[in-house]
């Protein structure tokens, strides 16, 4: 059964850092791109970023600079290393499997909160 | 502001069909296949269609999807009451180099 696990999430001040994790299971993770999904309080679903196995990692513009994504194939694990947090970065996080390449996502897990407020 | 632009709401009694909008340009639905998720509010989103039409095994076929030019429909025939819930499309963009998704639009089943 595929199965997508995000943990890590919580309060953190402004300027803070956090890092995110998503713990797969049910299919070859080294096959796919993973991403990385966020939904705002009251707000849509925003892409966050991706990656895949041979190395290409995309960003949203919101971020670049100050999320890094990042995979541990041998734990099946997928992270999102947040620095400079912002009142704006709170948010439910979600991690979604590729479907088609980079395109489209069809797993998602439920996802971990995160809150940055002083 | 969402680079794709769906309604805020659509609305239906059951049995009734109802169409969603999605509006983009060259940069991202004209030239890039479009997907669909349905979210209800605290689970994890569904994936709903793929590559502007198709759909995943399990997806009821009330459930369709359309594309022409720099525009998508989602169209759900047939409502029903567990229908509503947020929907989103969403479709790679070349200018940003990213997987831009639309504003979402909350369907309210009458």
């Known amino acids: 059964q595929v199965q997508l696990v995000e943990s890590g999430g919580g309060l953190v001040k402004p300027g803070g850092s956090l890092r995110l994790s998503c713990a797969t299971s049910?299919?070859?993770?080294?096959?796919?791109?993973m991403n990385w999904i966020r939904q705002a309080p009251g707000e849509g679903l925003e892409w966050v970023s991706h990656?895949?196995?041979?190395?290409?990692?995309h960003y949203a513009d919101s971020v670049k600079g100050r999320f890094t994504i990042s995979w541990d194939n041998a734990k099946n694990s997928l992270f999102l290393h947040m620095n400079s947090l912002r009142a704006e970065d709170t948010a439910v996080y979600y991690c979604a499997r590729g479907f088609d390449g980079q395109l489209g996502m069809d797993v998602w897990g439920q996802g971990t909160s995160v809150t940055v407020s002083s | 502001q969402s680079v794709l632009t769906q309604p805020p709401s659509a609305s239906g009694t059951p049995g009734q069909r109802v169409t969603i909008s999605c509006s983009g340009s060259?940069?991202?639905?004209?030239?890039?296949?479009v997907y669909w998720y349905q979210h209800f509010p605290g689970t994890a989103p569904k994936f709903l269609i793929y590559r502007d039409d198709q759909r995943p095994l399990g997806v009821p076929d009330r459930f369709s999807g359309s594309k022409s030019g720099t525009s998508a429909s989602l169209a759900i025939s047939g409502l029903r009451s567990e229908d509503e819930a947020e929907y989103y499309c969403?479709?790679?963009?070349?200018?940003?180099?990213?997987?831009?998704f639309g504003s979402g639009t909350k369907v309210t089943v009458l």
């Open positions: 969403a479709a790679w963009d070349d200018s940003l180099s990213g997987q831009v």
């Open positions: 990656i895949n196995s041979g190395g290409t990692i």
């Open positions: 060259s940069s991202n639905i004209g030239s890039h296949y």
């Open positions: 049910g299919f070859p993770f080294s096959d796919y791109y």
